[in-house]
């Protein structure tokens, strides 16, 4: 089971800040268009749907299921090449969008299209989290 990758701290700006913020105290938040309600991942200053920009933030549940996956066998990166084989996927929250993500808590050939799943976090520095997600 591969959980011991080591996430670097996230980049962020003015769009992104909120949500490495909430994970960082272990929330999924997303973005929610007042105008005309859509649900939004990743973070922006408009709704994708309508171009409004009148944006709310909100904490998701942070469950989901997984979309589709692959199985890396191999990775060059220092942070990633001992954690081999892991599973990267999208998962698809039960709000709607759908986050790239590392799954965890489990041996790699477990995972399944359609597995439910839920959000843990890895702190990073500045108050800042990554998300992952494990099997629920």
Not at 16 to 22: I, N, Q, S, V, Y
Not at 25 to 35: F, K, P
Not at 76 to 99: H, I, K, S, W
Request: net charge neutral.
């Amino acid at each position: 089971m591969s959980s011991g990758i080591e996430y670097k701290t996230p980049a962020t700006d003015w769009q992104t800040r909120a949500f490495w913020e909430g994970c960082g105290r272990q929330e999924i938040v997303l973005q929610r268009c007042r105008d005309c309600g859509a649900i939004q991942h990743r973070p922006r200053g408009l709704c994708a749907s309508c171009l409004s920009s009148d944006i709310e933030h909100f904490v998701a549940k942070g469950t989901g299921e997984v979309h589709t996956f692959t199985l890396t066998q191999q990775n060059g990166m220092p942070a990633f090449r001992e954690n081999c084989p892991y599973v990267l996927a999208y998962v698809e929250l039960d709000e709607g969008p759908r986050l790239m993500t590392h799954i965890a808590g489990c041996p790699p050939d477990s995972v399944r299209i359609g597995m439910k799943v839920r959000a843990e976090f890895v702190a990073t520095e500045g108050q800042l989290g990554v998300p992952r997600f494990v099997p629920a």
